[in-house]
Nanobody
Framework: QVQLVESGGGLVQPGGSLRLSCAASGINIRPMAWFRQAPGKQREFVARISVTGVTSVANSLRGRFTIARDNVKNMVYLEIDNLKPEDTALYYC?????????WGQGTQVTVSS
C-alpha cells in the first residue's frame, strides 16, 4: 500500500524559509513531485524530480523552490526560500504523474507576519 507522509510545514514570516519532507513507502523508486493547494483554489504542480535527480520547477516558482530526493531513504524534500503570503497552502507530495488514490494529508505552510 502506497503511503506518502508530508511534514515540515508551519507558520513562517514573509522572507523566511522552510524545508518540507515527504516519506514514501509501499512504492518503488520513481519520479516524484510536490503539489500545493491554496484555500479556494485547485491543487497545482510545484516541482518534480526524476529518479536520477533531474528537476523541474513550475515557471512561476523558479528561483525560490528547490526539490531534492534521497533514494536510499525514499524521501523527497522541498526547500522554499523567500516565502511569500501567496505561498500559503497545503503542500502534498506524490509520484509524477500522481497516483490519485494516494494523496497524503499534506503539510500546511502559512506565511504571515
Amino acid at each position: 500500500q502506497v503511503q506518502l507522509v508530508e511534514s515540515g510545514g508551519g507558520l513562517v514570516q514573509p522572507g523566511g524559509s522552510l524545508r518540507l519532507s515527504c516519506a514514501a513507502s509501499g512504492i518503488n523508486i520513481r519520479p516524484m513531485a510536490w503539489f500545493r493547494q491554496a484555500p479556494g483554489k485547485q491543487r497545482e504542480f510545484v516541482a518534480r524530480i526524476s529518479v536520477t535527480g533531474v528537476t523541474s520547477v513550475a515557471n512561476s516558482l523558479r528561483g525560490r523552490f528547490t526539490i531534492a530526493r534521497d533514494n536510499v531513504k525514499n524521501m523527497v524534500y522541498l526547500e522554499i526560500d523567500n516565502l511569500k503570503p501567496e505561498d500559503t497552502a497545503l503542500y502534498y507530495c506524490n509520484t509524477y504523474p500522481p497516483i490519485t488514490s494516494s494523496w497524503g494529508q499534506g503539510t500546511q505552510v502559512t506565511v504571515s507576519s
